[in-house]
């Protein structure tokens, strides 16, 4: 039998509103400089979209944006959080540098154990918790000696999966975790996003998986976020929302086009706070 929507579970979440958001650098193949982006409306959508986790439930906390940093609305680059421990963010281009201090002194500052990283690695966008699992990419930004420092960190196995599409630049374009429940993960992938090698793992570990189409992908439908019942996700993911009502999720479509210029969508949007 195909495995079912588990069923929703409070969540906490960290995000930064896009005040200074902008295409001001090209560090992935969505951003052109010289398309305009309409910051009023950056702020309207992530409002929007930080309402509908407050709706459905779940807690947001934010964190100040800084002027000079217009890539800090993709809080899930900040860091990654496992049983309140964080592993900071260390990023590869010096844009977005200073983002991994500022997240880091955000969970300092309310008490959390930080760990500062030693490999380069963006938190989330390249670290997705799975049930007893923690799935990481590289290829593009996070290191390989991150997923160690990372196992190690956590106690929790890491598994290291490398994409081969730079559209599909960061884990969490290319995979989404749909449910965490530790007795049966549940994930959707893009497949031409990863090597063979990491096919064949994903196919392996999650053989029950949601696969999504080109137009699914291209629309960062992948870059969504699960309570485990309701799928916040692009709206022009259309297939991957119909294949979700089937395995009994609850599909959100929540707008994030602007976002997206700068090679975003929901879940870049949205770290997840787990104590
Ligand atoms: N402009 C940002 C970058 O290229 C976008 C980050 C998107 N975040 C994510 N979690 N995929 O770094």
Redesign the pocket.
Known sequence: MTAHAPGATPRRYLMCEPTHYT?AYE??P??DRTRATDTALAVQQWRTLRDTYLELGHTVETIEPIPGL??MV????GATVVDGIVYSAR???P??QPEGPAYQKWFADRGFVTHTAAAVN?????MLVAGHLVLAGTGF?TERTAHAEAQELFGTPVISLELVDPRY?????ALAVLSSDPRDPQIAYYPPAFSPGSRAVLEQLFPDAVLATDDDAAALGL?AVSDGQHVIVAPRATHLAGALRERGYTPVPVDTSELLK????A???TLEIRE
Do not use: Q, S
């Open positions: 295409v560090i992935n969505w951003m217009p890539d993709y809080a899930a680059n990023f590869r281009y844009e977005r963006e938190g989330e966008g390249d930004r630049y960061h884990l969490d374009t870059n700068g090679g975003g969508g879940k870049c949007c």
